[in-house]
C-alpha cells in the first residue's frame, strides 16, 4: 500500500536495505520543489538506489542526484500536472498578449465583418500565405510606380522633379485602387493614351489627377506610427519580461513562484510568432481604405472631372466594376489574400516565397533553439509541440497553393471558395493557438519531458549543475537568441522591403499635402543610396587606376534615387575618365548606353509569367558597347 511520500516517517534510519520512501507518492503530482526534496531524501539514504539515474557508471552525489523516469512516475504519476492558476495568468499576460495586440493592430480592408473576420483568421491561420500576398501587393505597386514614373519623365519633359514625383505617385495611387478590381492595367492604358492625345490639355488633366491621388492618399489609413509604438511596446514587454525573472529568480533558477527552465519555454513559444512583427509592418505600409464606398466614390468623382474637361480626346475609366463588392474580394481588395493573382513563375515570385517562408522559419528556429537549450539539453517534448505548430502552418500554406491552382474559381463558385479557405484558416488557427494555451497550462509537465523519455535524469532546477546552467544561459544565450531573432524580424526584412520596393513605400505612405509620412525613412533610404554610389564610383576608381590594361568597356549603370536623372552623373564620370588620362593607361572612343526595355505593370505577358524584376524596374542594366580599341590601333 503506497503513502504520500510527505507522510513518510523521520524517526527511521533509512539505508540502501532500507530505501527511503519506497512506493510513496507525491499528491502534488509532478511539482518541481517536492521532487527534489525526495530525491535529496533518497540520495542521502542510498547514493546507489535504483531510483536514482546513473551518470558515467558513478553513484548520484548530493549535487547531481536525479530520479530515473520510472521513479519519477512511480512517485508523481506518468500523466501531465497542471500549472498553477495564477503561474498560467501570468505567463499568458506576460508571453502572449502583446502578441494578440499587434495581431489587432494589423490592417483590415472595411468591406464587411465576414472580410474583417476571415483577414484576422488567414492572418493566424496562415502567415506564410499572409506575408506571400503583401509581397505581391508591394510588387504589383512597385512597378506600377516605376512605370509611372519612367512615363512622367517622357510627358511631362518641362516639369521640374518635385512636379515629376507628385505626378507618378499620384497617377500610381489611381492605378493601384483600381487594382483592387483587377483592372489596373486598362487604367494604365486609357490614362497614357488620353495624356498622349490631348497634349495641349495636360496640365489640366494633372491637376485632376493630382487632386484624385491626394484624396486616396488621404483615405488610406497607414496606421504607420502605431504600429511601431505596438511593436515596441512588444520587444519592451519581452524585455522586462526577461528582466523580471532575472529579478524573481535571484541567484537560484528558481523562486516560489518562477521557475527559469518554464519561463525560457514560454519565450521559445512566443517566439514562434514573430513573424507578426514584419507581417504589422507590411501591412501599415499598405494601409486600408477608411470606408467600403470611399474608393469607389473618389474614382467615380475622378470620371466626372475628366468628363467636365471636355478633352479633344475623352478618358475613359472602366468604372463599371466599382460597384462589384465580390469582385473587390476576389481581385485585390484584400490585400493579405489574392486567390485571382496567380503568378507560378519567375524571379521576383522566387523571391518573395522565399521570404516569406523565412520569416516564418526564423521564429520557429528560434523557439527550438532555446527549448533545446533548457535541460535537459537537446531534442525534447517541447520541440515536438513548436514543430507541430510550424507544421500546421505549412500545411496551411500548401493547402490554400493547392485550393487557388486546382478551384476553378468561376462566378457561382467564389462564395465557396472563399469559405473553404476561411474554414481551413479556422482550424489552422485554433490548432495553432491551442497548441500554445495548452503548453501554457503545462501538456509538458511531466516526467518524461524532463527526462527526454528516460535517456537522462530528471532535469529539476532546484539542481545545482541544472540551476548553474539556466541561470548563465538566462543571462547569455536566451537573451542574445530571442534578441537577435526579433532584430532579423523587425530591422532586417523590413530593410529588404524597403529597398525592393521602394517607390512602392512612396506610393504608399504619402497624405493628401504631399508629404510622406516616413520621410524619415525616406531620407536615410536617400542617404545609403547615395553612399552606395560613392562607394561603387570609388571602387570604378581604383580599378582604373591599378589596371595595366587599357580602357574596353565599362558597365555598371550607376542606380539613381526615384525623380532623379536615371543618366550617369557627367561630373563623376569625367573624374573617372581623367583618372585614368592621368595614368595614361586609358583611352575610350565611345559609349553606347542602352536601358532595358521597360514593360508596363499591366502588359499581360509580363504579369502571366511572374517574371516581373526583382528590384523592379528601376534596377536597369546599362550595357556598354565594347566599341573603344587599343591605342594607335585601326
Same mark, same amino acid.
Given at each position: 500500500? /503506497?503513502?504520500?511520500?510527505?507522510?513518510?516517517?523521520?524517526?527511521?534510519?533509512?539505508?540502501?536495505?532500507?530505501?527511503?520512501?519506497?512506493?510513496?507518492?507525491?499528491?502534488?503530482?509532478?511539482?518541481?520543489?517536492?521532487?527534489?526534496?525526495?530525491?535529496?531524501?533518497?540520495?542521502?539514504?542510498?547514493?546507489?538506489?535504483?531510483?536514482?539515474?546513473?551518470?558515467?557508471?558513478?553513484?548520484? /552525489?548530493?549535487?547531481?542526484?536525479?530520479?530515473?523516469?520510472?521513479?519519477?512516475?512511480? *512517485?508523481?504519476?506518468?500523466?501531465?500536472?497542471?500549472?498553477?492558476?495564477?503561474? *498560467?495568468?501570468?505567463?499568458?499576460?506576460?508571453?502572449?498578449?502583446?502578441?494578440?495586440?499587434?495581431?489587432?493592430?494589423?490592417? @483590415?480592408?472595411?468591406?464587411?465583418?465576414?472580410?474583417?473576420?476571415?483577414?484576422?483568421?488567414?492572418?493566424?491561420?496562415?502567415?506564410?500565405?499572409?506575408?506571400?500576398?503583401?509581397?505581391?501587393?508591394?510588387?504589383?505597386?512597385? $512597378?506600377?510606380?516605376?512605370?509611372? $514614373?519612367?512615363?512622367?519623365?517622357?510627358?511631362?519633359?518641362?516639369?521640374?522633379?518635385?512636379?515629376?514625383?507628385?505626378?507618378?505617385?499620384?497617377?500610381?495611387?489611381?492605378?493601384?485602387?483600381?487594382?483592387?478590381?483587377?483592372?489596373?492595367?486598362?487604367?494604365?492604358?486609357?490614362?497614357?493614351?488620353?495624356?498622349?492625345?490631348?497634349?495641349?490639355?495636360?496640365?489640366?488633366?494633372?491637376?485632376?489627377?493630382?487632386?484624385?491621388?491626394?484624396?486616396?492618399?488621404?483615405?488610406?489609413?497607414?496606421?504607420?506610427?502605431? *504600429?511601431?509604438?505596438?511593436?515596441?511596446?512588444?520587444?519592451?514587454?519581452?524585455?522586462?519580461?526577461i528582466l523580471r525573472t532575472i529579478s524573481a529568480s535571484g541567484a537560484t533558477a528558481s523562486s516560489d513562484t518562477v521557475f527559469i527552465n518554464v519561463e525560457a519555454h514560454s519565450v521559445a513559444f512566443s517566439s514562434l510568432y514573430f513573424w507578426i512583427i514584419p507581417t504589422a509592418f507590411l501591412g501599415s505600409i499598405i494601409g486600408v481604405s477608411q470606408t467600403e464606398a470611399a474608393i469607389p466614390r473618389i474614382l467615380e468623382r475622378f470620371q466626372v472631372d475628366l468628363d467636365r474637361l471636355n478633352l479633344q480626346q475623352a478618358i475613359g475609366l472602366p468604372n463599371q466594376c466599382? *460597384?462589384?463588392?465580390?469582385?473587390?474580394?476576389? &481581385?485585390?481588395g484584400l490585400y493579405s489574400w489574392l486567390p485571382l493573382k496567380r503568378v507560378t513563375s519567375g524571379t521576383s515570385a522566387t523571391y518573395r516565397s522565399v521570404l516569406a517562408y523565412m520569416v516564418v522559419i526564423i521564429g520557429t528556429l528560434t523557439g527550438i533553439l532555446i527549448s533545446a537549450l533548457v535541460p535537459p539539453d537537446e531534442w525534447g517534448c517541447r520541440n515536438i509541440g513548436e514543430v507541430l505548430i510550424f507544421g500546421a502552418w505549412l500545411l496551411s500554406a500548401l493547402s490554400d497553393h493547392w485550393l487557388k491552382n486546382y478551384w476553378p474559381l468561376k462566378k457561382n463558385?467564389?462564395?465557396?471558395?472563399?469559405?473553404?479557405?476561411?474554414?481551413?484558416?479556422?482550424?489552422?488557427?485554433?490548432?495553432?493557438?491551442?497548441?500554445?494555451?495548452?503548453?501554457?497550462?503545462?501538456?509538458?509537465? $511531466?516526467?518524461?519531458? %524532463?527526462? @527526454?523519455?528516460?535517456?537522462?535524469?530528471?532535469?529539476?532546477?532546484?539542481?545545482?549543475?541544472?540551476?548553474?546552467?539556466?541561470?548563465?544561459?538566462?543571462?547569455?544565450? %536566451?537573451?542574445?537568441?530571442?534578441?537577435?531573432?526579433? /532584430?532579423?524580424?523587425?530591422?532586417?526584412?523590413?530593410?529588404?522591403?524597403?529597398?525592393? %520596393?521602394?517607390?512602392?513605400? $512612396?506610393?504608399?505612405?504619402?497624405?493628401?499635402?504631399?508629404?510622406?509620412?516616413?520621410?524619415?525613412?525616406?531620407?536615410?533610404?536617400?542617404?545609403?543610396?547615395?553612399?552606395?554610389?560613392?562607394? @561603387?564610383?570609388?571602387?570604378?576608381?581604383?580599378?582604373?587606376?591599378? &589596371?595595366?590594361?587599357?580602357?574596353?568597356?565599362?558597365?555598371?549603370?550607376?542606380?539613381?534615387?526615384?525623380?532623379?536623372?536615371?543618366?550617369?552623373?557627367?561630373?563623376?564620370?569625367?573624374?573617372?575618365?581623367?583618372?585614368?588620362?592621368?595614368?595614361?593607361?586609358?583611352?575610350?572612343?565611345?559609349?553606347?548606353?542602352?536601358?532595358?526595355?521597360?514593360?508596363?505593370?499591366?502588359?499581360?505577358?509580363?504579369?502571366?509569367?511572374?517574371?516581373?524584376?526583382?528590384?523592379?524596374?528601376?534596377?536597369?542594366?546599362?550595357?556598354?558597347?565594347?566599341?573603344?580599341?587599343?591605342?594607335?590601333?585601326?
Amino acid at each position: 500500500m /503506497s503513502i504520500h511520500c510527505s507522510d513518510v516517517p523521520t524517526n527511521i534510519t533509512y539505508n540502501c536495505t532500507k530505501p527511503w520512501g519506497q512506493n510513496c507518492t507525491n499528491h502534488k503530482g509532478f511539482h518541481f520543489a517536492s521532487l527534489w526534496n525526495y530525491t535529496q531524501n533518497i540520495q542521502n539514504a542510498c547514493a546507489n538506489d535504483t531510483r536514482l539515474f546513473v551518470s558515467q557508471g558513478r553513484n548520484a /552525489s548530493p549535487q547531481d542526484a536525479s530520479l530515473t523516469q520510472s521513479a519519477c512516475a512511480a *512517485i508523481a504519476g506518468p500523466d501531465w500536472q497542471y500549472y498553477p492558476a495564477a503561474d *498560467i495568468y501570468t505567463r499568458l499576460t506576460t508571453w502572449k498578449f502583446p502578441l494578440l495586440q499587434l495581431v489587432a493592430s494589423f490592417p @483590415r480592408p472595411p468591406l464587411s465583418f465576414g472580410v474583417e473576420f476571415f483577414v484576422i483568421v488567414h492572418l493566424l491561420g496562415d502567415p506564410i500565405d499572409t506575408i506571400q500576398n503583401l509581397l505581391t501587393k508591394m510588387s504589383r505597386c512597385q $512597378r506600377t510606380a516605376e512605370f509611372w $514614373r519612367l512615363e512622367c519623365k517622357t510627358l511631362f519633359e518641362q516639369q521640374g522633379e518635385d512636379d515629376n514625383d507628385s505626378d507618378w505617385k499620384a497617377l500610381a495611387l489611381v492605378t493601384d485602387a483600381y487594382g483592387e478590381w483587377d483592372k489596373d492595367g486598362s487604367v494604365i492604358t486609357a490614362l497614357q493614351q488620353g495624356l498622349s492625345d490631348n497634349p495641349q490639355d495636360k496640365k489640366i488633366i494633372t491637376t485632376a489627377i493630382r487632386k484624385t491621388g491626394c484624396a486616396l492618399a488621404a483615405d488610406r489609413a497607414t496606421k504607420f506610427l502605431p *504600429i511601431i509604438v505596438a511593436q515596441a511596446f512588444f520587444i519592451g514587454g519581452v524585455a522586462v519580461a526577461i528582466l523580471r525573472t532575472i529579478s524573481a529568480s535571484g541567484a537560484t533558477a528558481s523562486s516560489d513562484t518562477v521557475f527559469i527552465n518554464v519561463e525560457a519555454h514560454s519565450v521559445a513559444f512566443s517566439s514562434l510568432y514573430f513573424w507578426i512583427i514584419p507581417t504589422a509592418f507590411l501591412g501599415s505600409i499598405i494601409g486600408v481604405s477608411q470606408t467600403e464606398a470611399a474608393i469607389p466614390r473618389i474614382l467615380e468623382r475622378f470620371q466626372v472631372d475628366l468628363d467636365r474637361l471636355n478633352l479633344q480626346q475623352a478618358i475613359g475609366l472602366p468604372n463599371q466594376c466599382l *460597384i462589384d463588392s465580390e469582385e473587390r474580394v476576389f &481581385s485585390g481588395g484584400l490585400y493579405s489574400w489574392l486567390p485571382l493573382k496567380r503568378v507560378t513563375s519567375g524571379t521576383s515570385a522566387t523571391y518573395r516565397s522565399v521570404l516569406a517562408y523565412m520569416v516564418v522559419i526564423i521564429g520557429t528556429l528560434t523557439g527550438i533553439l532555446i527549448s533545446a537549450l533548457v535541460p535537459p539539453d537537446e531534442w525534447g517534448c517541447r520541440n515536438i509541440g513548436e514543430v507541430l505548430i510550424f507544421g500546421a502552418w505549412l500545411l496551411s500554406a500548401l493547402s490554400d497553393h493547392w485550393l487557388k491552382n486546382y478551384w476553378p474559381l468561376k462566378k457561382n463558385n467564389r462564395i465557396k471558395f472563399f469559405w473553404t479557405v476561411c474554414l481551413k484558416d479556422i482550424l489552422a488557427t485554433v490548432a495553432t493557438m491551442g497548441g500554445i494555451i495548452t503548453t501554457q497550462v503545462g501538456i509538458f509537465n $511531466r516526467c518524461s519531458c %524532463y527526462t @527526454r523519455w528516460g535517456r537522462t535524469g530528471l532535469a529539476l532546477p532546484e539542481m545545482p549543475d541544472v540551476a548553474k546552467t539556466l541561470f548563465y544561459r538566462l543571462h547569455t544565450s %536566451y537573451l542574445a537568441i530571442t534578441f537577435t531573432s526579433i /532584430s532579423i524580424e523587425l530591422v532586417f526584412v523590413p530593410l529588404i522591403v524597403c529597398i525592393w %520596393y521602394r517607390d512602392a513605400l $512612396r506610393t504608399f505612405v504619402q497624405r493628401d499635402d504631399g508629404i510622406s509620412n516616413a520621410d524619415w525613412l525616406w531620407q536615410w533610404l536617400k542617404a545609403c543610396r547615395a553612399l552606395q554610389r560613392r562607394l @561603387r564610383l570609388r571602387s570604378l576608381r581604383n580599378a582604373f587606376r591599378n &589596371s595595366g590594361f587599357e580602357r574596353t568597356f565599362t558597365v555598371v549603370l550607376e542606380e539613381t534615387l526615384p525623380g532623379a536623372s536615371r543618366e550617369p552623373q557627367q561630373q563623376e564620370f569625367d573624374e573617372l575618365d581623367q583618372k585614368a588620362t592621368d595614368v595614361g593607361k586609358v583611352e575610350h572612343d565611345s559609349v553606347l548606353v542602352r536601358e532595358v526595355e521597360h514593360s508596363p505593370p499591366g502588359d499581360p505577358s509580363l504579369q502571366s509569367s511572374g517574371a516581373e524584376p526583382l528590384l523592379g524596374p528601376s534596377s536597369n542594366i546599362v550595357q556598354l558597347s565594347p566599341l573603344s580599341r587599343r591605342s594607335g590601333t585601326g
